[in-house]
């Protein structure tokens, strides 16, 4: 495990103070390829310790103070815990401990050549119209994205079906201990509040979810949190 996930790791920290490490830590991201690439362990910074620390931020609160520690390893029981305490915990509300599992939501491969185009290329074209003109490692390989008219309505139910698909890959695991799962999406530029309201009724969580207790959406660009399920 790196330096800087260890700072993440080896403590359980209060809310704001984990937040405030990981803004810094991702601001100080410095190349192409550690920001788009998401090479080493910028990948874990970006993709799990971010989205919680906006979580964690979010779930703290007067009678519901939180700390939290990031675990992530590959024998961990889970991707990291909270530790709650206060006048809600006290009363029964909510439990002391809760284990938190951290995923994605994305078309992986056009995501993935989305970030490359910007990390090679220095531009691209939102939407998912890309692709490679040829094999990656041939010379003349160049990604080409295209720009693509879409109807206002579309977007959000495109992004709805990306995280769906994220919970139900999660939902099929039938974690034990229960967990709490948090979901990063990144909208393809603004949601105003009429079209986030829109995705956020279109995800759909199976049923049957069993030992995910409770589904939260963390846009990280923004700061949003929703609580879907």
């Not at 910028?42 to 989205?51: D, G, I, Q, S, Y």
């Not at 909270?82 to 439990?95: K, W």
């Not at 003349?140 to 890959?169: C, F, M, N």
């Not at 695991?173 to 509040?193: A, I, Q, S, T």
Request: one cysteine or more; charged letters at 25%.
């Amino acid at each position: 495990m790196s330096t800087r996930l260890t700072a993440f790791r080896e403590e359980l920290l209060p809310a704001a103070l984990f937040a405030d490490r990981a803004f810094a830590a991702c601001s100080a991201l410095e190349s192409g390829a550690e920001v788009f690439l998401r090479t080493g362990d910028a990948k874990n910074l970006l993709e799990e310790v971010l989205p919680l620390a906006v979580f964690a931020k979010f779930f703290d609160a007067i009678e519901r103070r939180v700390h939290c520690r990031y675990l992530g390893g590959s024998g961990d029981e889970a991707d990291a815990e909270l530790v709650l305490s206060g006048r809600t915990v006290e009363l029964g509300f909510y439990p002391s401990r809760i284990l938190v599992e951290v995923t994605c939501a994305e078309d992986s491969k056009k995501a993935y050549l989305r970030r490359e185009a910007l990390a090679v290329q220095g531009g691209v074209f939102l939407g998912t119209d890309i692709a490679r003109s040829a094999p990656r490692h041939h010379p003349d390989s160049r990604i080409i994205s295209r720009a693509v008219a879409q109807d206002p309505d579309h977007y959000p139910s495109e992004l709805a079906d990306l995280v769906s698909a994220a919970i139900a890959k999660k939902a099929g695991k039938h974690y034990d201990p229960p967990r709490v799962l948090v979901v990063r999406y990144d909208p393809d530029g603004f949601l105003d509040p009429a079209m986030l309201r829109s995705m956020l009724a279109a995800v759909i969580v199976p049923e049957g979810a069993s030992g995910i207790t409770a589904v939260f959406l963390t846009d990280c660009s923004s700061g949003n949190v929703s609580h879907v399920w």
